[in-house]
């Protein structure tokens, strides 16, 4: 087998682990969102009124997020330096053990620290994922390379919820989808500790080259930094990465908002029953799943000013999109809402899969992708933290004709970020910097 081969071999087995390894984190993720309603359940009949339980657990979620932000500024500076792969499986081996800690909690104080504690731990699982692909994947192709990546948390995510809406259906209660998912998780930890490569180097080939223009320049092929401030001020003197950081802000806090809230909204307003709404809830991912492959393929093709159009008129049209969901009477269909709810996937979470992937290696090259992934998704995160209490909170005031309103309003306010962004990307590649 000649070079070329090898590398096409290992390369294939690197995003066949990293797809699955990622994947996998949801079981532990999307196992708090699922499980939402027969925990709300169980709570009421211990006495706490559903509204509240309803909230005390979106605070919950929210402290998660919360967590997940703080972890992703630390992560993304310890793969740089340390290495993606052991971000890589750190994440999956406390999310493992924190999730068994949720499912023997009995109340809200250890509920609380066993979800912060997860979402933190997790927090190292996708800066660990940008640099591996760093050392991996040449620059030319990125969005492709990092779309297929992306199917880790959009199919995995689809793929979980379907699975824990079959365990639900056959009567499977919430702490045993809680400890079935921390147990396949374990078995995909073992899988990509014997079987992941941090490098080609690591198996004797020539890593691909980084992207020539990103904002380290040649230190762009170093994957190892000098320091802090050598890592740090490229970075933070840019004021196109801190557009981006914007950005991608508007997109997690209404990915983050769907993740968490669909099965509910599917349950109490659509009136689907819990694993129906368990089950439907997986076309958000699945829908977004195809739209990142469409987005990964055309970003290569139409390069980086593609990308930032790809990333204006999916905000524009996500807006309207949620307007429609909100304000259209669909009388007793419990088709054209969960439609809808596919719509706004497909549109969004394409060009949301480019700010900590694609865009995150176009920055940081193998010196510093990680950090620029983790300060990128951090930020959103922080912003995102909204997504639970907050709009828990909206939904029970105003309905979720107000939440969705709200999350139109973050489209459009998004998008004159996104027009300006389009802007400079279409002068960086005429050569007018």
């Known amino acids: 087998m000649n070079q070329q081969r090898r ?21 532990c993720r999307s196992d708090l969102s699922v499980a939402l309603p027969l925990i709300v359940q169980g709570l009421t009949e211990r006495g706490i009124s559903a509204d509240v339980a309803r909230v005390r657990l979106a605070d919950i979620a929210s402290l998660g997020v919360l967590a997940y932000a703080i972890g992703k500024f630390v992560s993304g500076g310890v793969a740089d330096f340390l290495g993606g792969r052991r971000n890589f499986l750190a994440g999956m081996g406390g999310s493992v053990l924190f999730t068994i800690l949720f499912a023997l909690a009995g109340g809200f104080p250890l509920f609380t620290l066993s979800w912060f504690a997860n979402r933190l731990v997790q927090s190292t699982g996708w800066t660990g994922m940008v640099k591996i692909s760093s050392r991996w994947f040449s620059y030319a192709t990125y969005g492709t390379v990092m779309g297929v990546v992306s199917l880790s948390y959009l199919f995995g995510d689809a793929a979980s919820r379907q699975f824990m809406a079959v365990l639900i259906g056959r009567g499977v209660g919430w702490r045993g989808v809680f400890f079935i998912a921390a147990g396949t998780l374990f078995v995909i930890f073992l899988l990509n500790l014997f079987l992941l490569r941090e490098t080609p180097k690591d198996v004797g080939l020539e890593e691909p080259h980084a992207n020539p223009l990103n904002l380290f320049k040649e230190e762009g092929e170093d994957p190892e930094p000098r320091g802090l401030g050598d890592l740090l001020g490229p970075l933070v003197r840019s004021w196109v990465f801190w557009l981006v950081c914007l950005l991608s802000l508007g997109f997690t806090l209404v990915r983050e908002t769907f993740n ?29 799943g195809i739209s990142v492959l469409v987005a990964g393929y055309a970003s290569d093709r139409f390069k980086r000013g593609g990308r930032a159009a790809i990333i204006f008129y999916g905000l524009v049209l996500t807006g309207i999109t949620l307007l429609i969901l909100g304000y259209v009477d669909f ?15 497909f549109l969004m979470l394409g060009p949301y899969s480019y700010f900590a992937g694609a865009i995150s290696l176009d920055f940081g090259g193998k010196h510093g992708s990680a950090t620029a992934a ?14 639970g209490g907050g709009m828990g909170r909206i939904s029970v005031a105003y309905g979720w004709k107000g939440a969705f309103a709200v ?27």
Request: proline share 4%; aromatic share 14%; glycine share 12%.
């Open 260 to 288: 968490l809230w669909t099965p509910t909204y599917f349950n109490q307003v659509v009136g689907l029953n819990p694993a129906g709404a368990a089950q439907e809830s997986a076309l958000f991912p699945f829908f977004g």
């Open 407 to 433: 999350l139109a309003g973050v489209c459009w306010l998004s998008s004159v970020a996104a027009l300006a962004y389009l802007r400079h990307q279409r002068k960086a590649v005429g050569g007018r910097q």
């Open 374 to 387: 983790g300060i990128i998704d951090g930020i959103s995160y922080l912003g995102a933290v909204t997504a």
């Open 331 to 345: 009388g007793a269909s419990k088709v054209w809402p969960v439609v809808l709810v596919t719509v706004v996937a």
């Open 7 to 27: 590398l096409l071999y290992w390369q294939v087995l690197t995003v066949t682990l990293l797809v699955i390894g990622y994947a996998g984190y949801y079981l």
